[in-house]
Nanobody, 121 residues
Framework: QVQLVESGGGLVQAGGSLSLSCTAS????????MGWYRQAPGKQRELVAR???????NYEDSVKGRFTISRDIAKKAVYLQMNSLESEDTGVYYC???????????????WGKGTLVTVSS
């Protein structure tokens, strides 16, 4: 069974930095797109950053120049380096990986349970 586990959330002052990690475990045949989403209090979940199977990264406008997504396919891991954090970045951050388990014919989206990031102003 495939599982995604995030780590690295916490409390940080505005202007500070945090690094998030997400590692997938289980019987995984292939990995495609990997991404990070966040859900702020009272708001819908939104895409923060995504990296495609070809290694192309895309970012939500408000985090461009501040956040960097990276991955290590061999480790089945995706990372999010967050710099110059703002109070508006507060929320629960979820990793999402589109992958194909050995037990399935198709690629499927898997989600972590989330890690809380709190930015104090």
């Amino acid at each position: 069974q495939v599982q995604l586990v995030e780590s690295g959330g916490g409390l940080v002052q505005a202007g500070g930095s945090l690094s998030l990690s997400c590692t997938a475990s289980g019987s995984i045949r292939s990995i495609s797109t990997m991404g990070w989403y966040r859900q702020a209090p009272g708001k819908q979940r939104e895409l923060v950053a995504r990296i495609t199977g070809d290694g192309i990264a895309n970012y939500e406008d408000s985090v461009k120049g501040r956040f960097t997504i990276s991955r290590d396919i061999a480790k089945k891991a995706v990372y999010l380096q967050m710099n110059s954090l703002e109070s508006e970045d507060t929320g629960v951050y979820y990793c999402q990986i589109n992958l194909r388990p050995w037990s399935q014919y198709n690629f499927m989206d898997y989600w972590g349970k989330g890690t809380l990031v709190t930015v104090s102003s």
